[in-house]
């Protein structure tokens, strides 16, 4: 289905930017695209600089791993990404907020293709369909393959079904897994949750709406607010000027919460540059986020970018708890 419907054909040149190894994760991917019929080139051996001189020597049509490594991909080769005829990028292995997902596609000048799965399932069973990763105003699904896996999102207080766009707890059913049962599995992955028929394809799937996805356990508290990663991603990454940031998350002298943003711009700025960034950033977290950040905007290449799953978030708070 994943395949299909992102638009990859037989024999398709595809590059896996994921390790061959032990894990579910890479192998996973590399055995689907196998029996997919594609032409997979298991590059990630390589180093960066040398996947990309095997990307100009066999123009790959697909790139196939974690959502992060692309950006990572985009970052080192820099305009050169979007020439080297990427037409599929099929991300996932992570949650990732739309504003990353575009400027992805925008980078590579290709279209993203998204999945989900869970290491426990040891396999990924929710794609999305032919509309992809959508658009802000009408975000993308991620439809769930019914035949094989029950989909519920609960509300984790009363454990009842949240209705079509409500966010809950995704609760997963194998209806094939006979070695290890997974019977109603809690996740701890939080999504927002669309009906069948939901989606403009039309498909009777349900399934989670694209860039709602977020642990649970990732949830801040910070100042007493509840925030949620996925937000603060969204902002940033849908600044143009914005490359990578990181947020450290820190006690005062009087036991409060501070809360410091960390941006490494995509070129170098001017002072008066870097402090225009630095207000705006600043009070469209104050707006949009509700509470107030330190914001510091550093030097292009200041911060390490991730190459696996992205690591943005530091909390070095004491903490109290009960
Ligand atoms: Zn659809």
């Given at each position: 289905?994943?395949?299909?419907?992102?638009?990859m054909?037989r024999?398709d040149?595809?590059f896996?930017?994921?390790?061959?190894?032990l894990l579910?994760?890479?192998?996973?991917?590399?055995?689907?695209?196998?029996d997919?019929?594609?032409?997979?080139?298991?590059?990630?051996?390589y180093?960066?600089?040398?996947?990309?001189?095997?990307?100009?020597?066999?123009?790959?049509?697909?790139?196939?791993?974690?959502?992060?490594?692309?950006?990572?991909?985009?970052a080192?080769?820099?305009?050169?990404?979007?020439?080297?005829?990427?037409?599929?990028?099929l991300?996932?292995?992570e949650?990732?907020?739309?504003?990353?997902?575009?400027?992805?596609?925008?980078?590579?000048?290709?279209r993203?293709?998204d999945?989900?799965?869970?290491?426990?399932?040891?396999?990924?069973?929710?794609?999305?369909?032919?509309?992809?990763?959508?658009?802000?105003?009408?975000?993308?699904?991620?439809?769930?393959v019914?035949?094989y896996?029950?989909?519920?999102?609960?509300?984790?207080e009363t454990?009842r079904?949240?209705?079509?766009?409500?966010?809950?707890?995704?609760?997963?059913t194998?209806?094939?897994?006979?070695?290890?049962?997974m019977?109603?599995?809690?996740?701890?992955?939080r999504?927002?949750?669309?009906?069948?028929?939901?989606?403009p394809?039309?498909?009777?799937?349900?399934?989670?709406e694209?860039?709602?996805?977020?642990?649970?356990?990732?949830?801040?508290?910070?100042?007493?607010?509840?925030?949620w990663?996925?937000?603060?991603?969204?902002?940033?990454?849908?600044?143009?000027?914005?490359e990578?940031?990181?947020?450290?998350?820190?006690?005062?002298?009087?036991?409060?919460?501070?809360?410091?943003?960390?941006?490494?711009?995509?070129?170098s700025?001017?002072?008066?540059k870097?402090?225009?960034?630095?207000?705006t950033?600043?009070?469209?977290l104050?707006?949009?986020?509700?509470?107030?950040?330190?914001?510091?905007v550093?030097a292009?290449?200041?911060?390490?970018?991730?190459?696996?799953?992205?690591r943005?978030?530091?909390d070095?708070?004491?903490?109290?708890?009960?």
């Open positions: 289905f994943y395949f299909a419907w992102a638009g054909r024999a040149r595809t896996l930017t994921m390790h061959v190894a579910a994760g890479g192998r996973g991917e590399y055995h689907a695209a196998l997919y019929g594609l032409s997979v080139f298991p590059v990630a051996f180093d960066t600089e040398q996947r990309l001189a095997l990307a100009r020597r066999f123009r790959p049509r697909a790139l196939y791993g974690t959502t992060s490594y692309f950006g990572h991909l985009a080192v080769a820099g305009d050169e990404v979007g020439t080297l005829g990427v037409e599929i990028l991300t996932g292995a949650a990732a907020s739309i504003a990353w997902f575009e400027k992805l596609q925008r980078q590579f000048k290709a993203a293709a999945r989900y799965g869970l290491t426990q399932m040891a396999v990924d069973h929710m794609f999305t369909c032919e509309h992809g990763i959508g658009t802000r105003e009408r975000p993308g699904i991620l439809h769930n019914d035949p896996v029950l989909l519920e999102v609960i509300d984790p454990g079904h949240v209705k079509d766009g409500e966010a809950g707890e995704i609760v997963v194998s209806l094939y897994r006979t070695d290890v049962p019977i109603r599995c809690r996740t701890r992955d999504a927002v949750y669309r009906a069948a028929g939901a989606c394809c039309g498909r009777s799937w349900p399934g989670i694209i860039g709602s996805v977020g642990r649970i356990d990732d949830m801040k508290k910070i100042k007493g607010i509840n925030v990663p996925q937000a603060v991603d969204e902002l940033l990454f849908g600044d143009p000027e914005v990578e940031y990181q947020v450290r998350l820190t006690t005062d002298e009087r036991a409060g919460d501070l809360a410091t943003l960390r941006v490494m711009p995509a070129a700025l001017n002072a008066a870097r402090a225009a960034l630095q207000e950033l600043a009070k469209a104050r707006q949009k986020i509700g509470i107030g950040f330190a914001v510091e550093l292009p290449g200041a911060l390490d970018r991730s190459t696996y799953k992205a943005r978030w530091i070095e708070r004491v903490q109290l708890r009960s």
